[in-house]
């Protein structure tokens, strides 16, 4: 896949972001995320270097990130693999020897801007992962196994996305979902977390993951094909150990019922209240969408074939 448009958009006013000076390049993500955005580069404002890769948004999201001295790069997605990290990864020439992995609903917190300083100057690792706190509905989810760790930050040139599916549409939307970056290199975790405000508003929300489980669905049908996916298995990394109790747990008859209950009761969930509660039965719906595409897509297929 060749992206048909890339504009990169020249900065030449002063920055906000030249003060202290962290040398790393930040890149951020985004579609339509001018609710979010400015939080997001408010807290990276001490960045050296930021790339925001846009999709062509309609709202004020160029606007907010030109008056942060961010270089606005245009992605139009046209199929296929990479996406929209992996594609600004290949195609962008970053000035410092660190990449940071942020989302637009994504922010760091000054302990976390502190320790990542002092990260990049340890010779002995090449890549970090970064927990998520979650904030959902205006409140911070403490339960409920809504956090985990991703490989946001490490050297350039020695991380990069798998590739867990190569034949992909923008029904399944234009950024990596659930992929992961895979360091050439010793790795390490970092003690502070980002803050993840996961939704905007409940209907976004709902769209968003339409397109995950259309993407959900094929990965777990066909995934095996691609010899860059990470593997499944229960005594790897988190992101490992996580994959290989989905396809298990997917096998079982009323899985979605249970992943909510095990969400809600058994990681304590109801102690997050009511956001706690709608974030648990959105997870058990999801699930129960990306089951009900792939039975879907298998009737499909045999269909196609019988024909």
């Known amino acids: 896949m060749n992206p048909t ?9 002063p920055s906000p972001l030249r003060a202290g000076i962290l040398p790393i390049s930040v890149i951020v993500p985004v579609r339509e995320e001018g609710r979010n955005l400015e939080a997001c580069l408010q807290s990276v404002q001490d960045c050296d270097e930021i790339f925001v890769i ?3 948004s309609a709202d004020d999201t160029v606007e907010i990130a030109r008056r942060y001295g961010a270089k606005v790069v245009q992605f139009d997605y046209q199929g296929g693999w990479p996406k929209k990290r992996q ?4 195609t962008l020439t970053f000035r410092n020897g660190w990449i940071l992995l942020l989302d637009a609903d994504e922010r760091v917190t000054p302990a976390l801007r502190y320790e990542m300083e002092r990260a990049i100057q340890d010779l002995r690792y090449d890549g970090y992962f970064i927990a998520l706190h979650m904030r959902f509905l205006g409140q911070t989810l403490d339960h409920g196994d809504t956090s985990f760790y991703k490989l946001s930050l490490f050297r350039a040139g020695k991380g990069r996305f798998e590739c867990r599916l190569n034949d992909q549409d923008s029904s399944m939307g234009d950024m990596e979902v659930h992929e992961h970056v895979v360091v050439d290199g ?3 975790s970092l003690k502070h977390a980002l803050i993840h405000h996961n939704v905007e508003s409940l209907s976004r929300y709902i769209r968003k993951h339409d397109e995950y489980s259309n993407w959900e669905c094929r990965v777990l049908l066909d995934e095996g094909r691609n010899s860059s996916s990470i593997p499944a298995s229960i005594w790897g990394s988190q992101a490992q150990r996580r994959r290989w109790l989905k396809q298990k747990f997917l096998r079982i008859p009323g899985s979605p019922v249970l992943l909510f209950l095990y969400r809600y009761l058994f990681r304590l969930g109801f102690l997050d209240g009511i956001p706690g509660l709608i974030y648990c039965a959105f997870q058990g719906i999801q699930l129960f969408h990306t089951k009900a595409k792939m039975y879907e897509l298998r009737g499909q297929r045999r269909t196609d074939q019988a024909a």
């Open 87 to 90: 594609w600004a990864l290949d």
């Open 5 to 13: 448009q890339l504009l990169e958009e020249s900065i030449s006013a």
């Open 54 to 56: 846009d999709s062509f």
């Open 186 to 188: 010793p790795t390490s």
